[in-house]
């Protein structure tokens, strides 16, 4: 309901992050119980789980996340290169930053956070019961972790969509394009590489030869409705909801948390910052989440294989 509420009002990604950065407070705070057999309590009996996930998950595994302070790529903040206005006007140099993350991921790995997911997600589905991620990292590292049902948000670096035809697809080259090759350098002294439109990477669809741009969501494009709706879908089904890696009370996590809250579905939190989570939330798990989530998402004494 609440992501319907965002669609049919037209708020775009970079609003919500004007709006959404922090909920008002709760007029009646609780703590959180960092009780984690009471949690693994709720998990042993949860049938859908949701989880959600935020930059800290990504920044455990080293992934420059370009938020916050030292959101920088050369003299650029990071966010003003995330953004349809510059890549019309200098898609060289949007494609140098991209080109840059997508191969530092190349060298990047999932981290236990992403594993213990991924591993909760395959030993549930056998026992019928289902493991939903629902993030805002552009990184594919909860796939390449071996998750399935992923809802990204945001897209993902690893895919083009033609700015002529419209083709999305898969693009794990590298690099993307020889032009490309060598380049996206974040050290400020570095120039421009100035690379004509016509060598930057181009639709293969027969007769197209478009210029691509990443199938990532930029600052001010609105979110993809139909991935919002699968979201709401899960959001309205779950039985359990994990935060992980960031507040349920930053956005993405603001959007989606406090509609499952209202339903008095438990809201689970595995980070490493200090917010005031209301009483809604259940728990808190203060830390890095590659050493919370794993003995919480653990096989549970009482699992069968019912396969
Ligand atoms: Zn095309």
């Known amino acids: ?12 990604n970079s609003h919500l992050y004007a709006h959404l950065k922090r909920l008002p407070a709760c007029q009646t705070m609780t703590r959180p119980s960092s009780d984690l057999a009471a949690f693994r309590k709720i998990f042993s009996k949860a049938q859908s789980i949701a989880v ?24 650029w903040e ?77 897209g993902n670096l690893f895919r083009t969509r033609c700015m002529s035809c419209g083709h999305e697809a898969d693009n794990y080259k590298s690099p993307i394009c020889t032009a490309l090759e060598g380049k996206g350098a974040p050290d400020p002294k570095i120039d421009d590489a100035n690379i004509p439109v016509q060598n930057l990477p181009r639709c293969e669809q027969k007769g197209c030869n478009g210029l691509l741009r990443p199938a990532v969501v930029w600052f001010g494009e609105a979110l993809d409705s139909d991935i919002l709706t699968r979201a709401e879908q899960v959001l309205d089904s779950c039985d359990l ?67």
């Open 241 to 307: 909801c994990l935060v992980v890696g960031t507040s349920s009370v930053v956005y993405p996590a603001a959007m989606f948390a406090p509609h499952v809250a209202a339903r008095k579905v438990p809201v689970a939190e595995f980070n490493m910052e200090n917010t005031p989570a209301t009483e809604r939330f259940k728990f808190h798990f203060h830390g890095p989440c590659g050493s919370t989530l794993p003995p919480a998402l653990a096989r549970h004494e009482t699992e069968t294989e019912e396969d």
């Open 52 to 75: 959600i996930t935020g930059a800290g998950v990504s920044a455990e595994s080293g992934v420059p996340t370009f938020r916050g302070a030292g959101g920088y790529w050369r003299k």
């Open 1 to 12: 309901m609440i992501v319907c509420q965002f669609i049919s009002r037209g708020i775009t």
């Open 78 to 154: 990071a966010q003003s290169l995330a953004s349809p206005e510059t890549f019309s006007r200098n898609p060289s140099r949007v494609w140098e930053f991209y080109h840059y993350r997508r191969e530092v991921m190349l060298t990047k790995d999932p981290n236990p956070a992403h594993l213990a997911i991924a591993e909760c997600e395959e030993r549930l589905s056998k026992q019928g019961r289902t493991v939903t991620v629902i993030t805002q990292n552009v990184d594919r590292l909860h796939r390449r972790a071996g998750s399935k049902n992923i809802l990204e948000i945001h």
